[in-house]
């Protein structure tokens, strides 16, 4: 019994510990992904679907975040230097290095809403 107690008591404390510094990691990544959202909002939102709050957004021909986030790989890139592509020049000046990281944040960890049946 005194075994089984000792185990229990250990998977208890690295239950609490991995719990501890996944919050932390967690609160900064969505820290971040806030930030990125409100900067789509500020400054993406016009052309592009942003994400369920704008479905129904944006200019037809443009990109919807949804896409980006499905096509990572293949899009990482382009968002990575967005601001020197056109037209974003001629709308945007230059995100701040922090701007450029939340909105990538936010874009990665983006999924599209489920259809209701």
């Known amino acids: ?5 000792l185990k ?13 510094g996944s919050a932390h990691i967690t609160t900064a ?14 400054e ?17 021909s443009t990109p919807s975040f949804y896409i980006f986030a499905e096509n990572w790989d293949r899009y990482e890139e382009r968002l990575a230097s967005y601001y020197v592509r056109n037209p974003h020049p ?3 000046k230059k995100p701040l290095p922090y701007d450029h990281d939340k909105l990538m944040a936010y874009v990665k960890q983006l999924k599209r809403p489920k259809k209701s049946d």
């Open 8 to 20: 229990t008591i250990q998977c208890m404390i690295l239950g609490m510990i991995s719990l501890i």
């Open 1 to 5: 019994m005194r075994n089984m107690e």
């Open 44 to 60: 993406c939102r016009f052309c592009h679907v942003i994400g369920p709050e704008n479905p129904y957004g944006g200019i037809g």
């Open 90 to 92: 001629a709308r945007l």
């Open 29 to 42: 990544e969505e820290g971040d992904v806030i930030k990125g959202l409100e900067f789509a909002r500020k």
